[in-house]
């Protein structure tokens, strides 16, 4: 099976900083990279699909990015309402394994 | 509008088994492949089984792999999750979520999720 491995585990960062979240693939998956976002209470929403297309309705201070296995969300400027958990997720293979998630706490 | 709407989550014992359901519109439920996804208490995400549109494809998380079941009713517009032998540990959040069909495999919408809770 594919593992992601995902840094850190949690972060806080102030309103305006760039935040960096990576997640590393154990073996190739290609771009079959997806970034989701929680809420508390709230089920998950898909942010970014295949590394780096943004969906329909996230800000544009949102990206993704890959070098090799490792795969990075990038928040260019961190707003109070992107609190939240952030995780990565291969679609390359089943199982469709998710990394452990990001706690973004704002401070 | 997309919605799915997951139901039949509960309270019940280690050994029991329960049948989840998600019911989709506003979409044309039959040209979409689906998956569950679960979160424990507190917990990340775990995919737990998807199945294709025709139902000619199945997978499974070997953590559910001859205890959890999964199917589709095209003409009802519902995909289900079978549970057997339920542990405690398969106490969770079940999501279904719908898999996107730009050729990514990202699941691009959600249910609010149904309760399972397994204890004696």
């Known amino acids: 099976d594919i593992q992601m491995t995902q840094s850190p585990s949690s972060l806080s960062a102030s309103v305006g900083d760039r935040v960096t979240i990576t997640c590393r693939a154990s073996?190739?998956?290609?771009?079959?990279l997806n970034w989701y976002q929680q809420k508390p209470g709230k089920a998950p929403n898909l942010l970014i699909s295949a590394v780096s297309t943004l969906q329909s309705g996230v800000p544009s201070r949102f990206s993704g990015s890959e070098s090799g296995t490792d795969f990075s969300l990038t928040i260019s400027s961190l707003q109070p309402e992107d609190s939240a958990t952030y995780y990565c997720?291969?679609?390359?293979?089943?199982?469709?394994?998710f990394g452990q998630g990001t706690k973004v706490e704002i401070k | 509008e997309v919605q799915l709407v997951e139901s039949g989550g509960g309270f019940l014992q280690p050994g029991g088994s329960l049948r989840l359901s998600c019911t989709a519109s506003?979409?044309?439920?039959?040209?979409?492949?689906m998956n569950w996804v679960r979160q424990a208490p507190g917990k990340g995400l775990e995919w737990l089984s998807y199945?294709?549109?025709?139902?000619?494809?199945?997978y499974y998380a070997d953590s559910v792999k001859g205890r959890f079941t999964i199917s589709r009713d095209n003409a009802k517009n519902s995909v289900f999750l079978q549970m057997n032998s339920l542990r405690a540990e398969d106490t969770a959040m079940y999501y279904c979520?719908?898999?996107?069909?730009?050729?990514?495999?990202?699941?691009?919408?959600w249910g609010q999720g149904t309760l399972v809770t397994v204890s004696s």
């Open positions: 997720q291969q679609s390359y293979d089943p199982p469709r394994t």
């Open positions: 979520a719908r898999e996107g069909i730009g050729g990514h495999r990202d699941f691009d919408y």
């Open positions: 506003g979409f044309s439920f039959s040209s979409y492949s």
């Open positions: 073996q190739t998956i290609s771009s079959y």
């Open positions: 199945i294709c549109s025709l139902s000619r494809t199945i």
